[in-house]
């Protein structure tokens, strides 16, 4: 399988560094076009650490480029620079193409090389300030040259060059607590042991029929190459959602990547599941996203927990324990919903942004929130149905009575106040007018399945199956044929992974079998084409935006092996 670094960074499980492809602009810097190092830590001001630079005597060659999973081979003058991970905290460098470590300085104070000895062993020490981060490369075999100079505080200008017929040369990630661990290092035996690694990985996955098989490669890299390990905030192995610059963890997206894990990874599934509920305040919310060194607060996530605990417990079982934590952070995660967002006391929570409902700038918030969505009733209906269900198993029998009451509660204002005819409705403010749109996002209860009245679940149906929505590529999240649908317009158009997986559950639960086969078809082959993009041109199944994003890569198997 060969990668594309300008779309899928080259990473390993665990590391918090990665190789990239980039353009003359990266994240709104102008920089030279090639191949960079770079670091994924969330406290970085800048990811961009330094570029490799194949060279000639000090000058820059043209050069070709091969990536694989396991290793990236760069050739020119019939030479080649061979690079693979030994470990997530260590790069090699192997061959005989002479090549620069350029390490940005420009705009980046404090960032400099100098020489580093531990017992008899030497290395190069670089600082990159504007990255937070600090590395160590030692030369095994061969020589490294620094060629840097020094303006009282900064370096202006550093390179190091690798000299000598053959090199094998490592870059450590080295925080405070660095040490030198004595390591011999053997490329072959790296390169090998990475192979296995990512075979192993992908094996304990979902299995996915032959005709995707393609897809399923990619999408396993790409979810076993997003993987951190516990630093800083995160205090378990935790999976971005991407290493290219989606570099967080957020509140619903784990849940799908928590999915694809629960098959054969019943400890790592459960680590993602429960990775945002390290960070639940005490009033129950929990924040919108965290990685190492951050957690944003400012929005927060739709529910989808209880659904996606609900499908966790199929494949996966759980101790008591791990019940009854799940319980108690849940039902605190409820709570907030129903205590804290709803402002005007009617009994249906409110989203009061866009970001909240994970659907950003979608067309039923044309309007200034709060609006008030059939989506999050859904949601909370069924999250209180299966709190209604762990609280049996516990023995909580009166408060799985209440939770009980609550849902079918919720259930009737929804119908009541959220449908007219049969059709879901968006409603603004805290007088409740409707918000015209045409968004997919209003037939999300479908979720609920047969716990609907026939009516409205054949009529939700009924345009989910109609040309609304659906194209040749899957369900746009905005009809096209609607004035404000964009191609590339974020949740205004495109095709997205979670919104796929949530209708297409809903419509199976509905007992349509045939359409949801033909819709995970569509996706598979999506995927296939265009990679494991953030989302899709629904009319042209062109990928968009991050290009290497692990809930649709997630979604892909998960479909693909309950679907088909």
């Not at 937070?132 to 390179?159: F, I, T, V």
């Not at 009809?479 to 199976?508: H, Q």
Request: net charge negative; glycine share 6%.
């Amino acid at each position: 399988m060969l990668l594309d670094l300008s779309k899928v960074p080259f990473s390993t499980r665990g590391s918090y560094m990665a190789l990239s492809w980039l353009g003359k602009e990266f994240q709104g810097e102008e920089i030279r076009e090639g191949l960079y190092f770079r670091t994924v830590h969330g406290s970085a001001a800048s990811s961009l650490l330094a570029r490799i630079v194949p060279e000639n005597e000090g000058k820059e060659l043209k050069y070709d480029i091969e990536a694989r999973p396991e290793e990236v081979l760069l050739k020119a003058e019939g030479k080649q620079c061979r690079i693979a991970w030994q470990d997530e905290k260590t790069l090699l460098f192997y061959g005989n193409l002479p090549f620069a470590f350029e390490v940005l300085t420009k705009d980046r104070p404090y960032t400099f090389a100098q020489p580093w000895k531990q017992g008899d062993r030497e290395f190069y020490l670089i600082n990159c300030f504007k990255g937070n981060s600090r590395y160590m490369l030692r030369c095994q075999q061969g020589e490294l040259e620094l060629e840097q100079e020094w303006k009282a505080q900064s370096a202006a200008g550093c390179r190091l060059h690798s000299k000598g017929e053959e090199y094998l040369i490592a870059v450590e990630e080295n925080f405070e607590e660095w040490r030198d661990r004595g390591l011999v290092y053997d490329y072959h035996k790296a390169v090998e042991n990475q192979k296995k690694a990512l075979e192993s990985f992908a094996r304990s996955l979902p299995s996915v029929p032959e005709e995707y098989q393609e897809g399923a490669q990619i999408a396993a890299y790409v979810d076993w190459s997003g993987m951190v390990s516990p630093c800083g905030l995160l205090k378990r192995e935790s999976m971005f959602m991407s290493k290219n610059w989606m570099c967080s963890v957020w509140s619903w997206d784990h849940c799908f990547n928590a999915l694809a894990l629960s098959y054969h990874c019943p400890k790592e599934a459960w680590d993602q599941f429960m990775v945002m509920f390290d960070f639940q305040k005490r009033s129950g919310n929990l924040p919108d996203s965290v990685n190492d060194c951050k957690v944003i607060h400012n929005y927060c996530k739709p529910p989808i927990h209880g659904w996606t605990l609900r499908k966790l417990m199929k494949n996966m079982e759980l101790s008591r324990e791990q019940i009854t934590e799940a319980y108690e952070k849940l039902a605190r995660w409820t709570l907030w919903w129903l205590d804290c967002r709803d402002e005007n006391g009617d009994g249906l929570c409110e989203y009061t942004h866009g970001n909240d409902s994970g659907w950003d700038n979608s067309t039923a918030f044309r309007e200034l929130p709060p609006v008030t969505l059939p989506d999050l009733a859904a949601f909370l209906v069924l999250q209180m149905d299966v709190l209604s269900d762990l609280a049996k198993s516990l023995g909580k029998y009166t408060d799985a009575d209440l939770w009980k009451i609550q849902a079918d509660q919720m259930l009737d204002r929804m119908l009541k106040t959220l449908f007219a005819e049969g059709k879901p409705l968006a409603r603004a403010g805290l007088d409740m007018h409707v918000v015209e749109n045409e968004s997919l996002i209003l037939y999300l209860p479908v979720i609920l399945g047969k716990r609907l009245p026939a009516d409205i679940r054949e009529n939700l149906i009924h345009i989910l199956e109609s040309d609304k929505f659906k194209t040749e590529y899957g369900l746009a999240t905005e009809s096209p044929r609607s004035p404000e649908y964009e191609s590339d317009g974020y949740w205004r158009g495109p095709i997205w992974a979670p919104s796929t997986m949530l209708i297409l559950d809903g419509l199976k639960e509905c007992g349509e079998e045939e359409f949801v086969r033909e819709m995970t078809r569509r996706f598979c082959r999506l995927v296939q084409k265009s990679g494991c993009a953030e989302n899709f041109d629904a009319l042209t199944g062109e990928g968009l935006r991050d290009r290497a994003y692990t809930w649709t890569a997630s979604v892909m198997l998960v479909m693909a092996h309950e679907y088909l």
